[in-house]
């Protein structure tokens, strides 16, 4: 998406007409904020002349009509899309001392420069890339996602705003922007926007989970499980999204759709333990005893986990103390005993 304003002048232009601190600051309209300085200056990131003329012939072999700064960004842009991130830094970095004006350039540079480790320096590009480009979206997007990284949420939020201001119609920035609403605690609203994103695109379940998801944290489970139905009916065979279905089938009351899909995820994943866990809340529930015994059993011999062991041990012995005072004799005291001594052999600091 095109800004409304665009710098358009070479590198050397850009220096040469001094356009640091004062003519930013201009442009921001904001004399308060530090302005940044121009951040490929001191760069070591240097590419020889033959790569350079490599790149634009490889470009001009298929568009004659190439500019050697659009060369450059597509051959750098190409090496990020193949992980090659170190690699793609001198490229990019190129192409936007020729033409600061390739917006995809700041964006690609920068998440380069994170994907290598440098997320600082990434933050600083970005925020150049706002000082330059006040009336794009993008920057401010940018920093909305840089923002994140620092789990700053309401720095996000005013990022996100920005960015809508500039561009409102765009529709993944208006769902990254719901789910920064979440963060800062507002689900009704990103709730409203999460229902206009699925009414304009019904087939994003990406947007339909956040929404099951959040229904589940208000507790309203009828719309919650009918969402993840629709989600595995459309990508089945996925075992967390089968479980997240299970569960709230559980919490409705459909006991046997639960079991069921525990099972179709332990035909996936045999020794799946969150599984064979819910398999045994079932069985309590359903007050299958012996079951649910029975399933706890498999449970606890599949964990490694000391730790996790020791507590469903406990589990154990309580469920078979229960059954016990309903059916004295069911259990032996012997057996009862002997989770609560394993317990403790396995976990002695939670006695």
Known sequence: MKPNSIVRMSCAAFLALGLSVPAARAQTGNPDRKETAFPLSDSTSKLDQAAVDAAIAAARASDVDTTPSAALLYHGLSLFQEEKYAESIPFLEEALRMDPSLQAGWEGLGWAYIRTGDKEKAFRLWEYFRQLMPD???????????????????????????ALERNPKLFDLRFWYAQNLLRIGQPE???????????????RLDIQIN????????????EAVEIWRHVNRELPGNAGFLLDQAVLELRVGEL???DQLCLDVMAIETNNLRA???RADIAEIDDLSGQSVERLQRVIDSVTDPKIRSQLRVRMANRC???NERKPGMFKTGFILDQIRQSIDENPSDV
């Not at 609203?189 to 019904?202: D, G």
């Not at 929404?211 to 309203?220: P, S, V, Y």
């Open 136 to 162: 794009a979206w993008m920057p401010h997007n940018l920093l909305a996602q840089a923002a994140i990284m620092r789990q700053e949420w309401r720095v996000a939020d005013q990022h996100f705003k920005k």
């Open 189 to 203: 609203e990103a709730e409203k926007i999460f229902r206009e994103l699925i009414q304009e695109e019904p087939d």
């Open 211 to 222: 929404l099951a998801n959040l229904l589940t944290h208000r507790l309203e489970y009828d």
């Open 256 to 258: 046997l759709a639960a």
């Open 276 to 278: 064979m866990t819910l």
């Open 321 to 323: 103390h229960v059954l």
